[in-house]
């Protein structure tokens, strides 16, 4: 089983900072992109993050400059930095990870798949 657990978020006033964490752990043999998503009230899900296995990055243009994706590799780890926070940035935060599973005996097990975490919610007050 592979699960993905975020933590960082909570309430801000506009122009602060909040870090956002999203941990892969369970039975995994390599964990490849991972990215954040956030979904306002009433609104699709949207992308805010990726970052490649060779740490090639991409934005969405709303939060190019303020928002900055990385990873640990070696902990499975990756991190949203954001800045200078407007209330348009307000909604549930969600990871998501292409995540290729081990057996138990630590070998590759079957296709990549994608991996959603339970959302953590950022709210940025005016």
């Known amino acids: 089983q592979v699960q993905l657990v975020e933590s960082g978020g909570g309430l801000v006033q506009a122009g602060g900072s909040l870090r956002l964490s999203c941990a892969a752990s369970?039975?995994?043999?390599?964990?490849?992109?991972m990215g954040w998503y956030r979904q306002a009230p009433g609104q699709t899900r949207e992308l805010v993050a990726t970052i490649t296995g060779g740490d090639s990055t991409n934005y969405a243009d709303s939060v190019k400059g303020r928002f900055t994706i990385s990873r640990d590799s070696a902990k499975n780890t990756v991190y949203l930095q954001m800045n200078r926070l407007k209330p348009d940035d307000t909604a549930v935060y969600y990871c998501?990870?292409?995540?290729?599973?081990?057996?138990?005996?630590?070998?590759?097990?079957?296709?990549?798949?994608?991996?959603w975490g339970q959302g953590t919610q950022v709210t940025v007050s005016s």
């Open positions: 369970g039975r995994i043999f390599s964990t490849n992109a």
């Open positions: 998501n990870a292409d995540i290729t599973p081990a057996t138990r005996w630590g070998g590759r097990q079957g296709p990549n798949l994608a991996y």
